[in-house]
């Protein structure tokens, strides 16, 4: 899961990837590198497959020789397992946008998959229930399939009926690692999400809880690393080639994403600091037809920086500061204002009342229009320039104030 403000539309996708479908109105991708992913799910499972294959000559009566079966179920848990982790992301996506996120896409990788989405009006609440939806549908699986398997386990008499079995029982336990995986308290892992919703709920500041989950991912990681160093040392022979392998990917991985949570704390502590009275140019509007005198006139008259011209259907469509509006010469004061203004780029507006994190995320939204229009209860009051936002996050602060905002729970 990854909660993130893009400026991608929902039906955008990133470059290779294949769209499959869509599911909480957003496309499911599957991205290049997936293929990858499925041959090495498949170079893991083969060994297991032959083990279970080789005492069934039962099957070779038939015309099935040992390698065809090995084939085949290796197929059916590498489709189990895959087929598990869209789930996964799709209930990410659905229980995101069942807290009214927009879902931007559900990218399926290599190594696993990513769901996005807008994380305004994100909460504590929100934010903890969105990541345990993940891990949770995988327990299910795990629950749904060794459960099963243990019926037909009972009831198989043919060497068909183990064969089922086994896959079952393979899926069980991937899905059952996939969901303890996934719960590592560490970002950028479900777990780490849910400890940073919990530290957020329970300190009101969600930059500290960022650095909580950043430092117990850097914690992990080293205890991975400990761990393996110690059977090493203690067993006096190294560790099987597989576990010594995934746990060290497990521990470049989780540290990996600490990494980018701490680096992601600070921007985050500073956007919490930003104040639309510092931000929100104030202006006024002026009518299509409105002459440069005119605009100038009411600008001066209203005492804001800048006027905002709309549409014949009320829709801002262009804006001009009063440097604009005064340079124009005197034998063209007569013109209409549109003739000095510069377009808004096709925006989305921002609400003036928001603040701090709020703010920042709604901007950064739609963060590809230089110049963005602020609303307060539908009417226009003002402009924020994002070079200037940009530049209030760069501004270094002494320390992260809490929010007194009631959360949601």
Same mark, same amino acid.
């Given at each position: 899961?990854?909660?993130?403000?893009?400026?991608?539309?929902?039906?955008?996708?990133?470059?290779?990837?294949?769209?499959?479908?869509?599911?909480?109105?957003?496309?499911?991708?599957?991205?290049?590198?997936?293929?990858?992913?499925?041959?090495?799910?498949?170079?893991?499972?083969?060994?297991?497959?032959?083990?279970?294959?080789?005492?069934?000559?039962?099957?070779?009566?038939?015309?099935?020789?040992?390698?065809?079966?090995?084939?085949?179920?290796?197929?059916?848990?590498?489709?189990?397992?895959?087929?598990?982790?869209?789930?996964?992301?799709?209930?990410?996506?659905?229980?995101?946008?069942?807290?009214?996120?927009?879902?931007?896409?559900?990218?399926?990788?290599?190594?696993?998959?990513?769901?996005?989405?807008?994380?305004?009006?994100?909460?504590?609440?929100?934010?903890?229930?969105?990541?345990?939806?993940?891990?949770?549908?995988?327990?299910?699986?795990?629950?749904?399939?060794?459960?099963?398997?243990?019926?037909?386990?009972?009831?198989?008499?043919?060497?068909?009926?183990?064969?089922?079995?086994?896959?079952?029982?393979?899926?069980?336990?991937?899905?059952?690692?996939?969901?303890?995986?996934?719960?590592?308290?560490?970002?950028?892992?479900?777990?780490?999400?849910?400890?940073?919703?919990?530290?957020?709920?329970?300190?009101?500041?969600?930059?500290?809880?960022?650095?909580?989950?950043?430092?117990?991912?850097?914690?992990?990681?080293?205890?991975?690393?400990?761990?393996?160093?110690?059977?090493?040392?203690?067993?006096?022979?190294?560790?099987?080639?597989?576990?010594?392998?995934?746990?060290? %990917?497990? !521990? @470049?991985? #989780?540290?990996?994403?600490?990494? /980018?949570?701490? +680096?992601? =704390?600070?921007? $985050?502590?500073? &956007? *919490?600091?930003?104040?639309?009275?510092?931000?929100?140019?104030?202006?006024?509007?002026?009518?299509?037809?409105?002459?440069?005198?005119?605009?100038?006139?009411?600008?001066?008259?209203?005492? %804001?920086? !800048? @006027?905002? #011209?709309?549409?014949?259907?009320? /829709?801002?469509? +262009?804006? =001009?500061?009063? $440097?604009?509006? &005064? *340079?124009?010469?005197?034998?063209?004061?007569?013109?209409?204002?549109?003739?000095?203004?510069?377009?808004?780029?096709?925006?989305?507006?921002?609400?003036?009342?928001?603040?701090?994190?709020?703010?920042?995320?709604?901007?950064?939204?739609?963060?590809?229009?230089?110049?963005?229009?602020?609303?307060?209860?539908?009417?226009?009051?003002?402009?924020?320039?994002?070079?200037?936002?940009?530049?209030?996050?760069?501004?270094?602060?002494?320390?992260?104030?809490?929010?007194?905002?009631?959360?949601?729970?």
């Amino acid at each position: 899961m990854e909660e993130r403000s893009g400026t991608r539309g929902g039906g955008s996708r990133p470059a290779g990837g294949l769209v499959v479908g869509r599911v909480a109105g957003a496309p499911v991708v599957v991205d290049a590198w997936w293929p990858l992913g499925a041959l090495v799910l498949a170079a893991v499972y083969v060994p297991t497959a032959t083990r279970v294959a080789h005492p069934l000559d039962g099957l070779a009566a038939v015309g099935l020789p040992t390698g065809a079966v090995v084939a085949l179920m290796t197929v059916a848990f590498v489709v189990l397992l895959l087929g598990s982790v869209a789930l996964h992301e799709v209930a990410h996506a659905l229980v995101a946008r069942g807290h009214g996120h927009a879902v931007r896409s559900v990218t399926l990788t290599a190594w696993g998959g990513r769901t996005t989405y807008d994380p305004r009006g994100t909460t504590p609440r929100s934010h903890l229930l969105t990541a345990l939806a993940g891990p949770a549908v995988n327990v299910a699986l795990a629950l749904a399939l060794g459960g099963l398997a243990a019926a037909l386990g009972t009831t198989a008499t043919t060497a068909w009926g183990f064969v089922v079995v086994q896959v079952l029982l393979a899926g069980a336990a991937a899905n059952g690692v996939v969901a303890v995986v996934n719960l590592v308290p560490a970002l950028p892992y479900d777990g780490g999400a849910a400890l940073e919703a919990v530290v957020w709920r329970l300190t009101r500041d969600r930059a500290t809880a960022t650095r909580v989950a950043a430092a117990s991912g850097y914690g992990i990681a080293v205890a991975i690393v400990a761990v393996l160093a110690a059977w090493w040392l203690l067993a006096q022979s190294s560790p099987p080639p597989l576990v010594l392998a995934w746990g060290l %990917v497990l !521990a @470049v991985l #989780v540290w990996h994403g600490a990494s /980018r949570a701490a +680096a992601s =704390a600070v921007p $985050a502590a500073r &956007a *919490a600091t930003l104040d639309p009275a510092k931000l929100v140019r104030p202006v006024t509007v002026v009518a299509p037809d409105a002459t440069i005198d005119a605009a100038l006139s009411t600008l001066l008259a209203d005492g %804001v920086r !800048a @006027v905002v #011209v709309p549409d014949a259907l009320g /829709r801002p469509i +262009a804006w =001009a500061d009063g $440097a604009a509006l &005064a *340079a124009a010469p005197a034998e063209r004061r007569a013109c209409h204002v549109l003739e000095v203004a510069t377009a808004l780029a096709p925006a989305g507006p921002v609400d003036a009342s928001l603040t701090g994190i709020d703010l920042f995320d709604a901007v950064r939204a739609v963060a590809d229009a230089p110049v963005i229009v602020a609303v307060r209860h539908g009417r226009v009051v003002g402009l924020i320039v994002v070079a200037e936002v940009v530049a209030a996050l760069r501004a270094p602060s002494r320390r992260t104030p809490r929010s007194d905002r009631p959360q949601d729970n």
